[in-house]
């Protein structure tokens, strides 16, 4: 019976050439592919410092630690406790064990490893923070006992391949906690540098998650620990970890593959990595298609969803990226009361409707309710009458209500929101995740999911923004290039920017992945978009002479190029001049013709979505369309062919249309700490 470890599959994921290596004994081959400083001393910070915290506190008892921690949880709370716990562990496990090992380590990984234990220390502080220990007889003495467990037990489990083969997964989580509050079991893993591949680090704790469940019959959730992030928690939910169930048996089966393959080394191909910056770094890159075949892609793009699963009713009042939590009461009543009041709004219309639900989104909620046909009401009667049932149920403006496959939609904005930030619509759709060099993130839909532009792709390689002021425009196109540059290293995407406006992207002229100087004049803009057609030009000369058809395969069998990617934010303004209109709106018909085979791609955005900008020219060669809030019905047709955009409540409340099915998105926020990310990718 073959075995493999979850470390052993999860390496499997990141690149199964990689799990062979390693099975072959490269010791080193687990850490190609990491995202990291590398001064982190992950495996000694969780065998020495985490590690013999949890067991000291699991093992309860009369001890002094014990008893000593009791007392610091017992005089101290909020931000008094985290400084407290500080000291505590400081005490008993980070200085004892500097003083026996610090001679062994150089000073900057004492110095990552200092920060990394601070940031283990909020951790535990805001977990601890949200019991009342009043609520127990013995207090924390017994709180203590129920919320840790022995850490790195070893669980295992065994399972079909097939109708005649089996296959064991073994592994040891970092340490389990019980959240009494939620009343969740809750698998936490550490991970001594930055996030990386998020896809691989949520199927490693899916993998956990899965083995316990079936162990137990617990569903638990999880919480990844980056300990060289400046957001270091990554949540996962027990509803959205269920989701990687049906992948599993497709993992156990590739690395059975690889352990089988190993003693027939330069005798068997393997399939290669999804991610080509980790072949770049791979020490093994120069003998690896001698050993395991020549390389190539594991899945195409374009078999790749843009859509992360949905995530049914996420409560949206906490920064948890992930959850499975149903809303809270005070949105359900909300959202009750709400569909309450709409019917009653619609039968005063005589336009009688059956309610059908609801769903909590980041921004609004979207109603559901269908006609009642044998008393005169319809779809279309329901959708004319927006303005009234905006001055009906007191609205600041028209809700957007629309015909869908078995009911009709009402979305009104929520009366609580928050931010939407880049970092949490990343984490929540980094499990499905295009392959692609020039991916980003584009925003939330109503039901939780995270639709991903992916330029690669025939239907959006080239995007069409159009918005009034105030709409969101210029911080769409912000979180568009801190995205691209979050998704890629510079040696993999270059980035143009030109801004007319001059004040979009002042803060970004540091970015690693920039090809020059931001442009902010129309004659600047001519000549940069001349020289990327001229770029485009050479480019297919050269994927003449080698006889392949675009970028993908030139970069399989020649030294790479990177992606372009050219983000206009104001077109508007570089048209006044109508010499310079025509010169413009012919480069980027031309670049937007043949740009993608050649890996050069356009963003371009106006707040003036009138019909002396955006031309059907422009509108041709750019296929993917962004409405944000816009004044009028006939702007929102111009840009998407349709009405519906003049209902939106601005701040990144878009609809996106054009080559993909129409879908209302709320895009997100760009934070320091995501620009400070991109900042420092390499």
């Known amino acids: 019976m073959l075995s493999a470890s979850v470390s052993e599959i999860h390496l499997c994921y990141r ?16 850490k190609v592919g990491l995202s990291g400083t590398g001064e982190m001393p992950g495996a000694f910070f969780h065998d020495r410092i985490a590690a013999p915290f949890y067991k000291a506190v699991a ?66 502080a805001d977990f601890f923070n949200r019991f009342d220990p009043t609520k127990q007889k013995e207090g924390w003495k ?6 840790v467990h022995d850490p790195e037990t070893l669980i295992s489990i065994k399972c079909k391949l097939d109708k005649k083969n089996m296959f064991q997964v073994t592994g040891r989580y970092d340490a389990l906690m019980l959240d009494l509050d939620q009343g969740e079991a809750v698998l936490v893993e550490f991970k001594g540098r930055k996030a990386g591949v998020p896809n691989e680090d949520f199927l490693q704790v899916a993998l956990y998650a899965w083995i316990f469940k079936q162990k137990t019959g617990i569903s638990p959730v999880a919480r990844v620990i980056y300990l060289e992030e400046n957001e270091p928690e990554v949540c996962y939910g027990s509803k959205i970890l269920a989701k990687a169930e049906p992948y599993l048996p497709g993992l156990f089966r590739r690395a059975a593959s690889i352990i089988e393959a190993v003693p027939r080394k330069g005798n068997i191909t393997l399939p290669s990595t999804f991610y080509s910056d980790i072949c770049r770094q791979c020490p093994f890159d120069g003998i690896c298609d001698a050993d395991w ?23 949206q009042e906490n920064d948890t ?68 049932i905006q001055v009906e149920i007191g609205l600041a403006t028209a809700p957007m209500i629309q015909p869908q496959p ?77 995205g691209l540059a979050l998704n890629a290293s510079p040696e993999n995407i270059r980035i143009t920017l030109i801004d ?15 090809a020059g100087p931001v442009v ?93 900008v955006v031309t059907p020219i422009i509108k041709a060669n750019l296929a993917l369309k962004v409405a944000l809030k816009v004044a009028t019905a006939s702007n929102s047709s111009i840009i998407l062919d349709q009405t519906g955009a003049e209902y939106l409540i601005g701040l990144g409340d878009m609809l996106i249309g054009g080559t993909v099915d129409l879908e209302r998105l709320q895009g997100p926020l760009v934070t320091g700490t995501e620009i400070e990310m991109a900042m420092s990718r390499k």
């Open 293 to 315: 075949g020549k390389r190539r892609d594991a899945v195409s793009t374009n078999q790749i969803r843009r859509k992360s699963p949905p995530i049914k009713n996420e409560g």
């Open 321 to 388: 990226p992930i959850s499975n939590r149903e809303p809270s009461p005070e949105n359900s009543k909300e959202a009750n009361e709400g569909l309450r009041t709409l019917c009653n709004a619609f039968e005063s219309l005589k336009l009688p409707v059956e309610a059908m639900g609801y769903i909590i989104g980041p921004r609004f909620i979207r109603y559901k309710v269908k006609p009642i046909l044998e008393k005169g009401s319809t779809a279309k009667k329901l959708k004319n009458q927006a303005e009234n």
């Open 500 to 514: 007319p406006k001059r004040v979009s992207f002042t803060d970004l002229e540091d970015l690693p992945h920039l």
């Open 59 to 124: 093992s309860g008892g009369n001890t002094k630690i014990f008893r000593e921690l009791v007392s610091t949880l017992n005089k101290s709370a909020g931000e008094d406790r985290q400084k407290h716990l500080l000291a505590f562990l400081e005490k008993y496990f980070f200085i004892p064990t500097l003083k026996k090992h610090a001679k062994y380590l150089e000073s900057v990984r004492i110095i990552s490893l200092g920060r990394g234990f601070e940031v283990w220390n909020r951790f535990l």
């Open 520 to 612: 902010m004049d129309d004659d600047s803009a001519i000549k940069t978009l001349d020289r990327l057609i001229e770029e485009m030009e050479q480019r297919y000369r050269r994927f003449e002479n080698i006889k392949v058809q675009d970028i993908g395969r030139f970069n399989q069998v020649s030294k790479p190029v990177p992606h372009h990617v050219v983000i206009i934010d104001e077109y508007g303004d570089l048209m006044v001049r109508k010499d310079k209109k025509e010169v413009l709106e012919r480069s980027v018909q031309r670049l937007g013709q043949k740009g993608r085979a050649a890996g050069i791609h356009v963003v371009l955005a106006t707040q003036r979505p009138d019909a002396k």
């Open 406 to 482: 078995g009911f009709v939609s009402v979305d009104v904005p929520r009366e609580n929101n928050e931010p939407l930030t880049l970092g949490k619509v990343w984490r929540i759709g980094a499990i499905n995740r295009p392959h692609s060099v020039v991916a980003f993130p584009m925003g939330m839909a109503i039901d939780g999911s995270i639709f991903w532009a992916d330029l690669t792709d025939p239907n959006m390689t080239g995007i069409l923004v159009g918005g009034a002021s105030g709409s969101g425009k210029s911080v769409f196109l912000r979180s568009a290039v801190i």
């Open 142 to 147: 017994l709180l203590l006992k129920n919320l």
């Open 15 to 30: 690149c199964p050439r990689l799990l062979a290596y390693r099975l072959g004994g490269s010791k080193n081959a687990w």
